[in-house]
């Protein structure tokens, strides 16, 4: 049975920081790219940060500069550091995880979300 489990959502003010965690259990979780997505309310999902797994990295433009995706096979975890938040980062965060075959099929899976808030 696969699941992946975030953690490390929250209250945080404006400015302020938290870290996502999601472990990971029921795959090999090294072959697998790893990304972070969010929800807001009314709103369509849309990809934060992807973290191959080759460890190459891909950012939506509003993320750039303030969040750092990165994985610990090791510990079957991917993690999304979160710096200068903003309201507009208000979402449910969503863990992913996806393998893609050559031919174009993929297995992928979700967490069940972790709400992060920002505001004063």
């Known amino acids: 049975q696969v699941q992946l489990v975030e953690s490390g959502g929250g209250l945080v003010q404006p400015g302020g920081f938290l870290r996502l965690s999601c472990l990971v259990s029921?795959?090999?979780?090294?072959?697998?790219?790893s990304g972070w997505f969010r929800q807001a309310p009314g709103k369509q999902r849309e990809m934060v940060a992807i973290i191959t797994s080759g460890s190459s990295t891909n950012y939506a433009d509003c993320v750039k500069g303030r969040f750092t995706i990165s994985r610990d096979n090791a510990r079957n975890t991917g993690y999304l550091q979160m710096n200068s938040l903003k309201p507009e980062d208000t979402a449910v965060y969503y863990c992913?995880?996806?393998?893609?075959?050559?031919?174009?099929?993929?297995?992928?899976?979700w967490g069940q979300g972790t709400q992060v808030t920002v505001s004063s």
């Open positions: 029921g795959i090999t979780f090294s072959i697998y790219n």
């Open positions: 992913n995880a996806r393998f893609a075959f050559s031919n174009g099929e993929a297995y992928e899976y």
